[in-house]
């Protein structure tokens, strides 16, 4: 070796080393992506066999999988769980609805010195139309103030003005309409402003959080479907399979620019849907089940989702994790990976699951309560507020008082009577009961007149 190669060898040493320390030194970057309307049962990792989603098993079986992770029924009540970290029960207002008044994780992670960008869907700052309780229109919150340095969102304003998410689609980047979108697909228009957005910042710390539009209906070609150049505008339940895949697609090129920039091993990505899978997207899993989408409803097709955390060098590889989880504890678990103490004078209602991240035992509640009230809300009239709590095993609901086993009974067709419970169920719905008379109200529910009840 001359001593010319020498020296170049001993100044790349030199400076993958102090290369490496700073990185060390530096806070993790974090992708928060949550998937629309997107149940457990459409991903390969998770038994599915429907749909191939070869990223996000890789990122699975490279990272870490939760397979007890749940959300609420519909999109805004997870939406506004998961930004706020607060049940439903101190901060909901109406659907499609963000409270003004309340600070989001765009917020504290942009106080905390990251680099914040969103880009996706919004959908809360107005939703009724013009005819149904137009008080509530434009009463939410805008993205201009959602903590957020910068925005690239589809649905920012009025439902009627929201245009196509998908082909040909209306977004509004920091303020101002883009244009010149038709042909163009929105998902991928949403990706590449994330990419360019890591790009521009890969040197400091970042916060993405990137409200996917997919796979949420209309059902429609995407760039991968044949018919895209011709028939991008048709709409047919038979394009949900295409729009998982693409889905799929987007979060590996999310990925891949990671490891372009030379960040990936400090970013961590944390995949998760806000709801169950639409109804008419029937999936097949490898032990033979048929799983109906149960987006709306109350059991476990509308509430247990995907949840993945990659972080290279950082989770453990391969790692499933048992533990009950929702929307609530991802925000603490961000804040503990980067250092950022809660804020004092807010009320969180989540754990931090980092540990079990980790690949350690950690410790975590045993129970997961929700609150689930669409109302009120244009097309939302036959839902209701419904509370309940679920254990591994159990689950109660406060308003038929019902308990289920549903290990044995998973669609909730035959309720325990009392009367004929066993020990174990006894014991079951004293524990759970605890859990719902710990939890409060602090809004007045919606109600429905008269004429919407018949």
Same mark, same amino acid.
């Given at each position: ?117 969103? /880009? ?6 107005? &939703? ?37 998410? %998908? ?9 101002? &309409? ?5 042909? +163009? ?51 047919? *339940? ?77 989770? /453990? ?14 925000? *603490?678990?961000?804040?503990? /990976? ?9 009320? %969180? ?42 254990? +591994? ?27 004929? /419970? ?33």
């Amino acid at each position: 070796m001359t001593r010319l190669h020498r020296e170049n060898s001993i100044f790349l040493l030199i400076f993958s080393l102090t290369a490496s320390l700073l990185m060390a030194d530096r806070k993790p970057n974090v992708v928060l992506i949550m998937a629309d309307d997107l149940g457990y049962e459409t991903l390969g990792c998770y038994g599915g066999i429907t749909y191939k989603t070869p990223v996000l098993d890789r990122l699975a079986a490279e990272g870490v999988r939760f397979d007890n992770a749940h959300a609420l029924p519909l999109c805004t009540p997870t939406r506004v769980s998961l930004m706020t970290g607060k049940y439903n029960w101190r901060n909901w207002k109406a659907f499609g609805i963000l409270d003004p008044e309340e600070k989001t994780f765009g917020h504290w992670m942009t106080e905390a010195g990251y680099r914040t960008c969103i /880009a996706g869907k919004w959908q809360l700052a107005s &939703y009724n139309t013009p005819d149904f309780l137009p008080e509530w229109r434009g009463t939410g919150q805008t993205p201009e103030d959602s903590g957020f340095e910068e925005y690239f969102l589809w649905h920012t304003e009025h439902t009627e003005d929201k245009g196509s998410r %998908f082909p040909d689609p209306r977004i509004q980047s920091n303020g101002t &309409y883009i244009e010149n979108t038709e042909g +163009k697909y929105g998902p991928d228009l949403f990706v590449e402003y994330i990419n360019d957005f890591m790009t521009r910042n890969k040197n400091e710390p970042f916060f993405v959080y990137y409200p996917m539009a997919l796979t949420h209906d209309p059902f429609q070609p995407t760039p991968d479907s044949p018919e895209w150049p011709d028939r991008r505008h048709e709409q047919n *339940p038979r394009y949900f399979k295409d729009m998982v895949e693409y889905m799929d697609t987007l979060v590996g090129r999310i990925e891949s620019k990671t490891k372009e920039l030379g960040i990936a091993e400090n970013t961590i990505i944390i995949f998760y849907s806000d709801n169950g899978s639409p109804w008419r997207a029937i999936s097949e899993m490898n032990d033979g089940r048929i799983v109906p989408g149960g987006k709306g409803d109350t059991n476990l097709r509308g509430t247990h989702v995907p949840l993945i955390v990659s972080w290279p060098g950082h989770a /453990a590889k391969g790692h499933a994790v048992e533990d009950l989880v929702d929307c609530n504890d991802i925000l *603490p678990t961000i804040f503990e /990976a980067c250092g950022i103490e809660l804020p004092e004078d807010e009320v %969180f209602d989540g754990e931090s699951v980092l540990a079990q991240i980790k690949g350690q035992e950690g410790e975590h509640r045993d129970w997961l309560f929700f609150h689930h009230d669409p109302l009120p809300g244009n097309g939302k009239t036959s839902f209701t507020l419904q509370r309940w709590a679920i254990d +591994k095993r159990w689950k109660l609901s406060e308003q038929t008082e019902e308990l289920f086993d549903l290990l044995a009974d998973p669609e909730e067709l035959n309720p325990i009577e009392p009367e004929t /419970a066993s020990r174990e169920a006894k014991a079951a719905r004293k524990k759970l009961q605890a859990v719902i008379d710990s939890m409060g109200m602090e809004y007045e529910p919606w109600i429905r007149p008269v004429e919407w009840t018949r």
